[in-house]
């Protein structure tokens, strides 16, 4: 048993603690890997890991929670016990995190009216519910029962989103009915307008902010009522979205003196330590003049790369840490090495087409419904319909649709849509010819909720309005929802159609098993699967050019890698190399 109290620092069990921590969240590492992240945290001299909890990935589905395999926190939290390290937890219902949806389940947006983040009571209800089950799991791991956990926050820059106070009264006053007794926080950007917005009553404000320390601070010190300073998300390098022209990379010289100047002044949460991997379709999206999807790796150029090697950040790091704590003597314990298992050719390949029922049982309606409508979360969705009562196609436009759209006429492409594209009508030159029983097919996919700001709410994916052909709603549709949660049921022996959304099927040996990257050159854009598990997309516009795939997923013996590609790029083969390649 312990305590741990805010007063004008930070004080365990009544002597002074300065938090020194690092950013890795369990949910983009697999589990085999978590004892390696935190060993190399502790030898760089943290005394802390902080991680968020995404309520998406542990209640996928109203009422069915999920806390087993990358999803056990209570064992990332024990192991980190047993390591000497203490823990901050921050189980909002939202997190931010360039993950999808901002942590928050897609599920939420099959209500009609559901409002996010406020005092609207379907919400709270919800989160009630997801608090009922999750905070009596957490509480055991309070440092005031024996476990390492000695803050929890509140929200997550709320600063940035609302100004409901009520909303956080209650986001507090739940979690303290549900057993959590350690100081609550909350983290904010550092802006005088965030800080007012996001302040609660009972809990220390902290900001987030990767520069000009000094300045930083001083705002926040107006706030603490002479608590302690600290910084919750020290940003030491930026995330990548599709086509942005290259990874980010932050500044070295000047984050090393942050962190010095940070040390000197109060506490730190370097955010990220190891980022980790978006894999499946977890990624998130932002959207300010345009959608912006992140991609899979979350390299972060964190202290830890993706596949956790230490880098020439983290030694600098340990050097300045060195000078306000004792950096201890750590022995690595996980043997991890990168292999490479060479070129392989598909040995299979299918369309979309021809395996669609297979995937998939279609549910009809006079009218388009999106996604959540249809207790689907993430992926594809297609919307099929017969042309009966059209001689040409000239124009279409499609009403509410997130995110990006192919649109075939007798399976043959007939064009692409994709964010503000599908605001506008699209007109062909010239007009499609159609045959009496001409189909329309339209596939869109979900390429990650937006986690920050007002668009949050309008996230609802595929196709929520209608569809306008030739100036009339087009009724009557025949609607697959495709998460590719099942790509076991995949008939390779079927036809494949060229030009067409297709899958492709590749085998491998594997004598020893090594972190290895999938290289998808010559491939347009999609997403992989590695023995059933979904590894994340590929889009041939980068940055990044490779897959990691992490050594606990591959198999002694033969290992299947299946590509769903949706362009009609196919190079006909991949590459497995030893090296990452970001951009």
Not at 79 to 90: F, K, N, P, S, T
Not at 502 to 507: D, L, S, V
Request: hydrophobic share 35%; glycine share 8%.
């Amino acid at each position: 048993m312990g305590i741990f109290e805010i007063r004008d620092k930070f004080y365990l069990n009544n002597r002074p603690f300065q938090i020194i921590s690092g950013a890795i969240h369990y949910f983009r590492t697999v589990p085999e890997y978590w004892l390696d992240r935190l060993e190399k945290l502790k030898a760089m001299g943290c005394n802390t890991v902080e991680t968020y909890i995404p309520w998406n990935m542990h209640e996928p589905k109203k009422g069915e929670f999920r806390f087993d395999g990358m999803l056990d926190i209570g064992k990332f939290v024990r192991m980190a016990q047993e390591l000497g390290l203490y823990v901050i937890l921050r189980p909002s219902p939202y997190i931010c995190a360039e993950w999808e949806f901002g942590g928050l389940p897609a599920w939420l947006l099959a209500e009609d009216g559901m409002r996010l983040r406020v005092s609207c009571e379907p919400f709270l209800k919800h989160v009630r519910d997801y608090y009922k089950v999750l905070l009596p799991r957490l509480a055991p791991m309070q440092i005031t029962q024996g476990g390492p956990v000695i803050l929890m926050q509140v929200e997550n820059e709320y600063g940035y989103y609302a100004t409901d106070p009520d909303y956080l009264r209650m986001m507090r006053d739940i979690m303290r009915e549900y057993g959590i007794e350690v100081p609550f926080v909350t983290s904010d950007g550092p802006y005088a307008e965030s800080m007012n917005a996001g302040k609660l009553d009972g809990a220390l404000p902290t900001g987030n902010f990767g520069s000009r320390t000094d300045e930083r601070f001083s705002l926040l010190q107006r706030y603490t009522e002479g608590g302690p300073l600290m910084c919750t998300e020290f940003w030491v390098g930026w995330f990548d979205h599709w086509g942005n022209g290259g990874h980010k990379r932050g500044n070295l010289e000047e984050s090393a003196a942050d962190l010095d100047r940070m040390l000197a002044l109060g506490n730190v949460n370097i955010y990220m330590f190891e980022g980790g991997t978006n894999f499946g379709f977890m990624n998130g999206s932002n959207y300010y003049d345009e959608l912006t999807p992140d991609v899979t790796s979350y390299d972060y150029d964190a202290l830890l790369t993706e596949d956790g090697q230490i880098t020439e950040k983290y030694r600098r790091y340990q050097q300045i840490i060195a000078k306000y704590a004792e950096v201890p003597k750590v022995r690595l314990t996980t043997e991890i090495k990168r292999r490479s298992y060479g070129e392989l050719e598909a040995e299979a390949k299918v369309s979309l087409f021809s395996v669609l029922d297979d995937l998939s049982s279609p549910v009809e309606s006079p009218f388009t419904q999106p996604m959540e409508k249809l207790g689907q979360s993430y992926g594809y969705i297609l919307y099929r319909s017969p042309l009966a009562t059209e001689e040409k196609l000239e124009r279409i436009r499609l009403w509410r649709a997130n995110d990006r759209a192919h649109i075939f006429v007798d399976r043959k492409p007939a064009a692409v849509l994709y964010d503000r594209e599908l605001l506008e009508e699209r007109r062909f030159s010239p007009a499609i010819e159609l045959r009496q029983d001409s189909v329309l097919d339209i596939l869109v996919e979900n390429m990650g909720r937006v986690n920050f700001g007002p668009y949050m709410e309008l996230q609802q994916k595929g196709i929520a309005h209608c569809v306008q052909v030739n100036g009339h709603i087009r009724s009557g549709w025949q609607q697959y929802t495709l998460p590719l949660d099942n790509t076991e049921r995949i008939d390779f022996s079927k036809d494949y159609i060229e030009n067409t959304p297709a899958f492709y099927r590749f085998f491998f040996e594997v004598d020893e098993p090594g972190d290895t990257f999938l290289d998808f050159a010559g491939w347009g854009k999609g997403c992989a699967f590695l023995n059933g598990f979904h590894l994340g997309r590929f889009w041939e516009i980068g940055p990044q050019k490779r897959l990691y795939i992490p050594a606990p997923l591959l198999r002694r013996g033969k290992n299947e890698i299946i590509l769903f590609e949706t362009e009609g790029r196919a190079a006909g083969s991949i590459v497995l190399r030893d090296e990452p390649d970001i951009g």
